[in-house]
């Protein structure tokens, strides 16, 4: 776990930024946040791996639907192969709404006590979370390809959005507005993915075939 938090230092260093979280819902953190600390030890370990647990197995997810996708038709291998592509042009609208709303993380500004992540530095913005907008929108892109994969994913992005909260570097709002962001990111860019189809086809009667193909 991380040292303290150190809020009163942080807050004077923050006044003036377009967003403080700390109105919104800065009681609710604190009280996940204290009820983080009271977790056995082996659960503190786990809710902070997943931080990295969550996209390894999203990313698993992706392969596993550009696997399925080989026997499907071409929309859905188009959609399978722009998963990736779409968590990555999500996670470049999410931080640049993030340079716009420039929200210190919590742990900077409150008296968090011991996080169970280290508290980011001075500049490095809460809102939205990074994690939480990633695996929403993979999963959301996953659901147009295959609707399993797509439910286990939301799964997924849902203990990464509570994840976040617990280890202590972000508002739930963050989250909240994560999941947002995330979802219709991928939902949308998932949808319109599905236009590739053509250029699937033609791969796939190419040399790109065996990776295409069953």
Request: proline letters at 5%; a positive charge; aromatic letters at 4%.
């Given at each position: 776990?991380?040292?303290?938090?150190?809020?009163?230092?942080?807050?004077?260093?923050?006044?003036?930024?377009?967003?403080?979280?700390?109105?919104?819902?800065?009681?609710?953190?604190?009280?996940?946040?204290?009820?983080?600390?009271?977790?056995?030890?082996?659960?503190?370990?786990?809710?902070?791996?997943?931080?990295?647990?969550?996209?390894?197995?999203?990313?698993?997810?992706?392969?596993?639907?550009?696997?399925?996708?080989?026997?499907?038709?071409?929309?859905?291998?188009?959609?399978?192969?722009?998963?990736?592509?779409?968590?990555?042009?999500?996670f470049?609208?999410?931080?640049?709404?993030?340079?716009?709303?420039?929200?210190?993380?919590?742990?900077?500004?409150?008296?968090?006590?011991?996080?169970?992540?280290?508290?980011?530095?001075?500049?490095?913005?809460?809102?939205?979370?990074?994690?939480?907008?990633?695996?929403?929108?993979?999963?959301?892109?996953?659901?147009?390809?295959?609707r399993?994969?797509?439910?286990?994913?939301?799964?997924?992005?849902?203990?990464?959005?509570?994840?976040?909260?617990?280890?202590?570097?972000?508002?739930?709002?963050?989250?909240?507005l994560?999941?947002?962001?995330?979802?219709?990111?991928?939902?949308l860019?998932?949808?319109?993915?599905?236009?590739?189809?053509?250029?699937?086809?033609?791969?796939?009667?190419?040399?790109?075939?065996?990776?295409?193909?069953?």
């Open positions: 776990m991380s040292g303290p938090a150190g809020g009163a230092a942080h807050g004077l260093a923050v006044d003036g930024l377009a967003v403080d979280g700390r109105p919104v819902d800065g009681g609710l953190y604190l009280r996940m946040d204290h009820w983080a600390e009271r977790l056995p030890a082996p659960l503190q370990h786990l809710v902070a791996a997943w931080s990295i647990t969550g996209l390894l197995l999203l990313a698993a997810l992706m392969l596993l639907g550009w696997w399925r996708s080989r026997r499907a038709e071409d929309v859905l291998m188009a959609r399978a192969l722009a998963v990736p592509l779409v968590v990555t042009l999500a470049a609208a999410d931080t640049l709404l993030k340079s716009v709303l420039r929200e210190p993380r919590p742990c900077q500004v409150l008296d968090a006590g011991r996080t169970l992540e280290a508290c980011p530095g001075a500049g490095d913005w809460s809102l939205p979370s990074n994690h939480t907008v990633i695996v929403f929108a993979g999963a959301a892109a996953l659901w147009h390809v295959d399993r994969l797509g439910a286990l994913g939301l799964l997924l992005a849902a203990v990464m959005g509570l994840a976040r909260v617990l280890v202590g570097v972000h508002y739930p709002h963050d989250v909240l994560g999941a947002v962001v995330g979802a219709a990111a991928g939902h860019l998932g949808l319109l993915s599905g236009r590739a189809a053509p250029l699937v086809d033609r791969a796939r009667a190419g040399g790109l075939r065996r990776w295409l193909t069953a």
